[in-house]
T-cell receptor
Framework: DTAVSQTPKYLVTQMGNDKSIKCEQN?????MYWYKQDSKKFLKIMFS???????INETVPNRFSPKSPDKAHLNLHINSLELGDSAVYFC??????????????FGSGTQLSVL | KNQVEQSPQSLIILEGKNCTLQ??????????LRWYKQDTGRGPVSLTI?????NTKSNGRYTATLDADTKQSSLHITASQLSDSASYIC??????????FGAGTRLTVKP
């Protein structure tokens, strides 16, 4: 009954491969996010979707493409993986926008290691 | 430049002791400030959310303070427990929907 679940937990792959990370939330939230946590532990937003519509698209390489088949799912597809993509990726969801004091609920993270 | 800086970077305390973590920010226009707890290998979990009009907010043994004039916040942990060992992240929401995360303070509570 995990609120925000993402898979896989760990992903080890070779440079140049294409991989996907899946995220699902069962909270009935309208907004979902992808964050990247780098080696210095900073969390940076990558994408935000509201009701399947892309709202925030920070400056990330176009090798990263989010896909939201419905408002409970936000998957992240990464093409042509590079060494610098190694990080922990977190999915999150909220009912509304952070400016409206909505809590963000995070998944447990996917540790991506590109060799 | 919109920044959120936390100190100390890491902290070790004995079980039962109190501690205070600091957060200074320069982001504007300010909407709200949040403290999150992130256990190793887990996602962040919300502890408190404060608006500019709130000076203090408690969540059990966690008490956050906010001084919107000096743009400073603190998180005070009372009677620490081993389970408090985690990273504590300060997050400032600005422009209504933009969020800036601090790098966190790594707290270790030893028996």
């Amino acid at each position: 009954d995990t609120a925000v679940s993402q898979t896989p937990k760990y992903l080890v792959t070779q440079m140049g491969n294409d991989k996907s990370i899946k995220c699902e939330q069962n909270l009935g939230h309208d907004t979902m996010y992808w964050y990247k946590q780098d080696s210095k532990k900073f969390l940076k937003i990558m994408f935000s979707y509201n009701n399947k519509e892309l709202i925030i698209n920070e400056t990330v390489p176009n090798r990263f493409s989010p896909k939201s088949p419905d408002k409970a799912h936000l998957n992240l597809h990464i093409n042509s993986l590079e060494l610098g993509d190694s990080a922990v990726y977190f999915c999150a969801s909220s009912q509304g926008w952070p400016g409206g004091f909505e809590k963000l609920f995070f998944g447990s993270g996917t540790q991506l290691s590109v060799l | 430049k919109n920044q959120v800086e936390q100190s100390p970077q890491s902290l070790i305390i004995l079980e039962g002791k109190n501690c205070t973590l600091q957060c200074n920010y320069t982001v504007s226009p300010f909407s709200n400030l949040r403290w999150y707890k992130q256990d190793t290998g887990r996602g962040p979990v919300s502890l408190t959310i404060m608006t500019f009009s709130e000076n203090t907010k408690s969540n059990g043994r966690y008490t956050a303070t906010l001084d919107a004039d000096t743009k400073q916040s603190s998180l005070h942990i009372t009677a620490s427990q081993l389970s408090d060992s985690a990273s504590y992240i300060c997050v400032v929401v600005y422009n209504n929907n933009d969020m800036r995360f601090g790098a966190g303070t790594r707290l270790t509570v030893k028996p």
